[in-house]
T-cell receptor
């Protein structure tokens, strides 16, 4: 059974550009959540999608957005990149949505560097 | 909001030693999970443990929800146990996952 797949694994962008990250959950999982990990702020919740609907959103500016497709694959987009957006972006999949005892399984992450 | 505190922040042990990592949380939670992040950044789910005790090989975890803490025990440490251990709790108010700052564990051969 394939795990959670995130692409790309590494990428370098410059300030002002935008980036799209992709996450394919474990087969059969319909919940996908995204997290940002930085040395200064640690792990922070970005948003959660379940059955193509955003269920939950963390405290991030509107430059951070996401969506989920009918096959449960999810993308997150960051527009007008800032230096502080440099981070490891982690995607997790779960059989059940949050609030319903959903155990999380993580991908290897996408490491974004903004120059 | 809910606070999640992990201790100790850093731990250096010799191979074969045992260790106990602690996670305190400031409010009631829906669930609690322990993760291990390896040096390449991969987060591995160790335990889903809102309450009670679970064991998986050399690792075990106990959560006392009424006293708002959880413990992760690692016995007979191996160098592959090195990495950062995180606990994360799901809040009852908005079901968001709040993370502790982690315990960085280094196992020396």
């Amino acid at each position: 059974k394939a795990g959670v797949t995130q692409t790309p694994r590494y990428l370098i962008k410059t300030r002002g550009q935008q980036v799209t990250l992709s996450c394919s959950p474990i087969s059969g999982h319909r919940s996908v959540s995204w997290y940002q990990q930085t040395p200064g702020q640690g792990l922070q919740f970005l948003f959660e999608y379940f059955s193509e609907t955003q269920r939950n959103k963390g405290n991030f500016p509107g430059r951070f957005s996401g969506r989920q497709f009918s096959n449960s694959r999810s993308e997150m987009n960051v527009s007008t990149l800032e230096l502080g957006d440099s981070a490891l972006y982690l995607c997790a999949s779960s059989l059940l949505p949050s609030g319903n005892t959903g155990e999380l399984f993580f991908g290897e992450g996408s490491r974004l560097t903004v120059l | 909001g809910i606070q999640v505190e992990q201790s100790p922040p850093d731990l250096i042990l010799q191979e074969g030693a045992n260790s106990t990592l602690r996670c305190n949380f400031s409010d009631s939670v829906n669930n609690l999970q322990w993760f291990h992040q390896n040096p390449w950044g991969q987060l591995i789910n160790l335990f889903y443990i809102p309450s009670g005790t679970k064991q998986n090989g050399r690792l075990s975890a106990t959560t006392v929800a009424t006293e708002r803490y959880s413990l992760l025990y690692i016995s007979s440490s191996q160098t592959t146990d090195s990495g950062v251990y995180f606990c994360a709790v799901e809040t009852r108010s908005n079901y968001q996952l709040i993370w502790g700052a982690g315990t960085k564990l280094i196992i020396k051969p």
